[in-house]
């Protein structure tokens, strides 16, 4: 969309916050599943639930996210 010229902020933000609660899924499941071992360094699982636990925050927060979506598609006034 955005190399068509459009200008894609509504679906690129949608992408990241979905993607960012994906992965942070994907991570309790994983944890869940492996259980205590997760928690051993070696194994990576805890370096990599970090990682997934990092998207809410950066590059964009997802309490950022909502506050684009509810000002500029939901029309709603700016919250900060
Ligand atoms: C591992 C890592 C690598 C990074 N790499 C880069 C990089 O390569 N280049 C780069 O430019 N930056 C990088 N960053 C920085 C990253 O972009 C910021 O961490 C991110 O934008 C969040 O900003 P902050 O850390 O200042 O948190 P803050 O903005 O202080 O957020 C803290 C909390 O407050 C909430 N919050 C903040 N403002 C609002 C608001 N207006 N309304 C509601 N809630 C709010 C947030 O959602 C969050 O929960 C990196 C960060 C990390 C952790």
């Known amino acids: 969309m955005y190399e068509a010229g459009a200008n ?21 499941v994983c944890l869940q599943t492996h259980g205590g071992f997760c928690f ?3 194994y990576d699982v805890e370096r990599k639930y970090r990682e997934a636990r990092l ?10 996210i909502l506050s684009f ?9 700016r919250s900060y």
């Open 40 to 42: 051993a360094e070696e």
């Open 8 to 28: 894609p902020g509504e679906e690129a933000n949608i992408a990241k916050m979905l993607t960012a609660e994906t992965v942070l899924a994907a991570g309790e």
């Open 69 to 77: 979506i509810a000002e500029h598609v939901l029309g709603m006034p």
């Open 55 to 64: 998207y809410q925050v950066a590059p964009i927060s997802t309490n950022m």
